[in-house]
């Protein structure tokens, strides 16, 4: 027996061409990253910024880790935090306050850590599809100069097959030209 959570997406609209104004499914993780599979094969080529999958655990103790950077990881982001923290306790004398307004300082200070972290994440995954977006259209620029590159060998193997009046040789070149 195996269980899921299942998530209810809402959608609204106001288009005439739909009947009602508001659906809702009831959809399960899996089917947001074959989603997210699907945009990505569609649109991403084209140079569309798709969003990052969302996470399955909601309540994460860490920020995601971003592959290949140095200058934003995840991990090395939360021991900033960490250090910080540290610093200004060492700096700092604390005093033993049993006042109404520190604990409700405490309070707001680690819920503005939770939404700076949160936007951090969400900075983070967007960097990473603008990543992959530029990796899309940097290969489209590679196949690009390739194809300039083989259409000019091939326009230069015509122009040597007419100077040495090959028409056999000129008529194969033409349609390489063609295929490129």
Do not use: C
């Given at each position: 027996?195996?269980?899921?959570?299942?998530?209810?997406v809402?959608t609204?609209?106001?288009?005439?061409?739909?009947?009602?104004?508001?659906?809702?499914?009831?959809r399960?993780f899996?089917?947001?990253l074959?989603l997210h599979?699907?945009l990505?094969?569609k649109?991403?080529r084209s140079?569309?910024?798709?969003?990052?999958?969302?996470e399955?655990s909601?309540?994460d103790?860490?920020?995601p880790?971003?592959?290949?950077?140095?200058?934003?990881?995840g991990?090395?982001?939360?021991r900033?935090f960490?250090?910080v923290?540290?610093?200004?306790n060492?700096?700092?004398?604390?005093?033993?306050?049993?006042?109404?307004?520190?604990h409700?300082?405490?309070e707001?200070?680690?819920?503005?850590f939770?939404v700076?972290?949160?936007?951090?994440k969400?900075?983070?995954?967007?960097?990473g599809?603008?990543?992959d977006v530029?990796h899309?259209r940097?290969?489209?620029?590679?196949?690009?100069q390739?194809?300039?590159?083989?259409l000019?060998k091939?326009?230069?193997?015509?122009?040597?097959?007419?100077?040495a009046?090959r028409?056999?040789?000129?008529?194969q070149?033409a349609?390489e030209i063609?295929?490129?």
């Open positions: 027996m195996s269980s899921y959570v299942a998530y209810r809402l609204k609209t106001n288009m005439p061409i739909f009947s009602k104004h508001e659906f809702a499914v009831l399960r899996s089917d947001f074959g599979e699907k990505t094969e649109y991403l140079g569309r910024i798709i969003p990052p999958a969302p399955k909601i309540v103790t860490e920020l880790k971003a592959t290949s950077t140095s200058a934003l990881s991990a090395g982001v939360l900033l960490n250090k923290g540290e610093t200004v060492k700096i700092t004398y604390r005093m033993d306050e049993s006042d109404p307004i520190e409700l300082r405490l707001q200070s680690n819920t503005d939770y700076l972290a949160e936007h951090v969400d900075y983070l995954g967007l960097i599809a603008i990543k530029f899309e940097v290969k489209v620029f590679q196949n690009w390739h194809a300039q590159m083989q000019t091939r326009r230069e193997n015509k122009a040597k097959a007419e100077l009046n028409p056999e040789k000129i008529e070149a349609n063609i295929e490129v």
